[in-house]
Structures are given as C-alpha cells and as structure tokens.
C-alpha cells in the first residue's frame, strides 16, 4: 500500500522558515508527480508547490518566491523550503503523489494518494 508521511511542520515566527520532508514508501517515485497541498480551517484544499518526474515545477501564486519544491528519487523524499513565512501560510500541509500528475499539475484531483498531514502554525 502506498505511503506518505509529512514532518517538519510546527511553530514559526513570521519571517522565519521551516523544512517539511515528505517520506514515501511502498512505492518508487519515478514516474510520479508529486505535490504539497495546505488546508487552513474553513478553507478548501489548495494546491503550494508541484514537481513532475522531470523536474518541472509550479507553485501557487501566493508562495512564489517563499517556497521551493525539491524532490530526491533515490532517496524516495520529497522536500517543501518555505521561507519568509506569513501568518496566512498557517494550515496543515499534505504531500501528495500521482503517476498521472504530469506537468506539475498542482490541483487536488489530480492526485490519489495522500499523506496524513502536518500542522503548520505562522504566528508571533
């Protein structure tokens, strides 16, 4: 069976950073896209960041420049940067993974196997 699981997450300051890794197992990433999604309370899921299998990415328009997506196949991992945080980044980040996510398609229902999620708090 499929799996994902996020760490990293936590308390930040405004401004400050965090490293959330997303460790897959049962599965080898070649050949899937994958992605790192946020959900704050009362709000949709929405994708931050995607990476296809050959490296191309995209990220929402809200964390361009703040966040970098990175991914390491051999190691079966894949990494969210996000720097400069903001109060409004607060939310539970999940990665998530898709053989059918070519293109670094960054929407929700692109994909099929997600994580469990990591709790990302931004506050002073």
């Known amino acids: 069976q499929v799996q994902l699981v996020e760490s990293g997450g936590g308390l930040a300051q405004p401004g400050g950073s965090l490293r959330l890794s997303c460790t897959v197992s049962?599965?080898?990433?070649?050949?899937?896209?994958v992605g790192w999604f946020r959900q704050a309370p009362g709000k949709e899921r929405e994708g931050v960041a995607c990476?296809?299998?050959?490296?191309?990415?995209s990220y929402a328009d809200s964390v361009k420049g703040r966040f970098t997506i990175s991914r390491d196949d051999a190691k079966k991992m894949v990494y969210l940067q996000m720097n400069n945080l903001k109060p409004e980044d607060t939310a539970v980040f999940y990665c998530?993974?898709?053989?059918?996510?070519?293109?670094?398609?960054?929407?929700?229902?692109?994909?099929?196997?997600w994580g469990q999620g990591t709790q990302v708090t931004v506050s002073s």
């Open positions: 049962k599965f080898t990433l070649n050949g899937y896209g």
């Open positions: 998530a993974a898709d053989p059918r996510a070519v293109k670094a398609m960054c929407a929700p229902p692109f994909y099929t196997y």
């Open positions: 990476i296809s299998d050959d490296g191309k990415t």
